[in-house]
Nanobody, 130 residues
Framework: QVQLVESGGDSVQAGGSLRLSCAAS??????????MAWFRQAPGREREGVAA???????RYADSVKGRFTISKDNAKNTLHLQMNSLKPRDTAMYYC??????????????????????WGQGTQVTVSS
């Protein structure tokens, strides 16, 4: 099974930037690009989708991060990235990388449900102070 390992989490001040990465092992992007996503969960809050990208490169973003976050895949390096700019205290959370093995295209315009993602990483902590 695919294994996902996140990195890049840190503590920053509001207005700062971070770049999260998710390395996938035991899978070759070049053979069949997976659909992947970033989710986050803060203490006392529900898990929420942040950004997602399907096998064809179509992206989805939560309204709260549009214009500030950018998701991208480096298929040659089997790595998913999340560039986060203009960070706010509200962005403080544990960020998780998730994947759907096999070719997947997102339908419609809504954010894919977490239940669709079978593979999850352990998470990386992002803390934004005011």
């Amino acid at each position: 099974q695919v294994q996902l390992v996140e990195s890049g989490g840190d503590s920053v001040q509001a207005g700062g930037s971070l770049r999260l990465s998710c390395a996938a092992s035991r899978y070759s992007y070049t053979r069949n690009s997976m659909a992947m996503a970033w989710f986050r969960q803060a203490p006392g809050r529900e898990r929420e989708g942040v950004a997602a990208i399907d096998s064809d490169g179509s992206t989805r973003y939560a309204d709260s991060v549009k214009g500030r976050f950018t998701i991208s895949k480096d298929n040659a390096k089997n790595t998913l990235h999340l560039q986060m700019n203009s960070l706010k205290p509200r962005d403080t959370a544990m960020y998780y990388c998730a994947a759907i093995e096999g070719y997947t295209r997102f339908g419609g315009s809504s954010f894919p449900a977490a239940s669709h993602f079978a593979v999850w990483g352990q998470g990386t902590q992002v803390t934004v102070s005011s």
